[in-house]
């Protein structure tokens, strides 16, 4: 399966500030790649998919002017975080889609104090 | 839409167990199941994949199942292993991947 990398794995900033998550598909020309987002002790949701070369498409509730997600190349997407707030303190994950399945990127902590 | 449910939220076993964890989803209208591994702090691991049109899939220790029909899926876990200690998700995929809350196993030595 594909080899999917975030970077950073963790980061702490301050309120007001803005944050890029890195989504890397490493052996593998991702079209498609999802960004989620996961509480603690909840599951997964999915926030926005991102296609190489166009707009991202965003679940219903999540700010597409907070979540700034680029899908420039076939190997990266950014989710840039704007004016993070405590609340957004979470842990993001990205995929890529396979031909049957998606494969998961190790997350990236964001913790905003 | 899509609800996906998995009981129990934890279990804790001692190692060499047989052990069950179970799924349930509102919209049978899937083209697939999935099972994943997360390890805390950790991205997810697939550990099995059903398509709508299978019963069932086995990999090593771990087989699991699928019935569209009742909106259910199975994950058994044969002889566990400490190294089994994860939580485990469930994923219904229709219009998008629709995650469970997980099971938080713990197998003790």
């Known amino acids: 399966g594909a080899v999917v990398s975030q970077h950073p794995s963790r980061v702490i900033c301050k309120s007001g500030t803005s944050v890029k998550i890195e989504c890397r598909s490493l052996?593998?020309?991702?079209?498609?790649m999802f960004w989620y987002r996961q509480f603690p002790k909840q599951s997964l949701m999915l926030m926005a998919t991102s296609n190489e070369g166009s707009k991202a498409t965003y679940e219903q509730g999540v700010e597409k002017d907070k979540f700034l997600i680029n899908h420039a190349s076939l190997t990266l997407s950014t989710l840039t975080v704007t004016s993070a707030h405590p609340e957004d303190s979470s842990f993001y994950i990205c995929?890529?889609?396979?031909?049957?399945?998606?494969?998961f990127g190790p997350g990236t902590r964001l913790l905003v104090l | 839409k899509q609800e996906v449910t998995q009981i129990p939220a934890a279990l804790s076993v001692p190692e060499g167990e047989n052990l069950v964890l179970n799924c349930s989803f509102t919209d049978s209208a899937i083209y697939n199941l999935q099972w994943f591994r997360q390890d805390p702090g950790k991205g997810l691991t697939s550990l099995l994949l059903i398509q709508s049109s299978q019963r069932e899939q086995t990999s090593g220790r771990l087989n699991a199942s699928l019935d569209k029909s009742s909106g259910r899926s199975t994950l058994y876990i044969a002889a566990s292993q400490p190294g089994d200690s994860a939580t485990y998700l469930c994923a219904g995929l229709a219009e998008k991947l629709v995650f469970g809350k997980g099971t938080k196993l713990t197998v003790n030595p």
């Open positions: 995929s890529v889609q396979g031909q049957e399945t998606q494969y």
């Open positions: 052996d593998f020309q991702a079209t498609t």
